[in-house]
Nanobody, 123 residues
């Protein structure tokens, strides 16, 4: 297992911003895909955004496109999810994940997962 540590969640007002981070330790990712998923209470986990480590592919769920941005810092082996214009319906537990495959967005295609970080958006 490769530990992924996601952080940066918290409470923010609607219209505000948060930046989540996902740090990989014990292994350097330079291939494959890193993704973000979220889970609402009582619901299945859903895809939010993904990016290949090479940077040649990014993909966003329609619900977040134009508001969220995924980026990476190779030197820190860390991925980020910048979340802007947050809405109460974005409230969920957010998980980062890593896949050895390229350009994937289904959660069953990801092998490594962070522990999750809570994002709460108040109205």
């Amino acid at each position: 297992q490769v530990p992924l540590v996601d952080a940066g969640g918290g409470l923010v007002q609607a219209g505000g911003s948060l930046r989540l981070s996902c740090a990989a330790s014990g292994r350097t990712f330079n291939t494959g895909t890193m993704g973000w998923f979220r889970q609402f209470p009582g619901k299945d986990r859903e895809f939010v955004a993904a990016r290949t480590w090479s940077g040649d592919w990014t993909y966003y769920a329609a619900s977040v496109k134009g508001r969220f941005g995924i980026s990476k810092d190779n030197a820190k082996n860390t991925m980020y999810l910048q979340m802007n214009s947050l809405k109460p319906e974005d409230t969920a537990v957010y998980y980062c994940a890593a896949s050895v495959r390229q350009q994937v967005s289904r959660d069953d295609e990801y092998t490594y997962w962070g522990q999750g970080t809570q994002v709460t958006v108040s109205s």
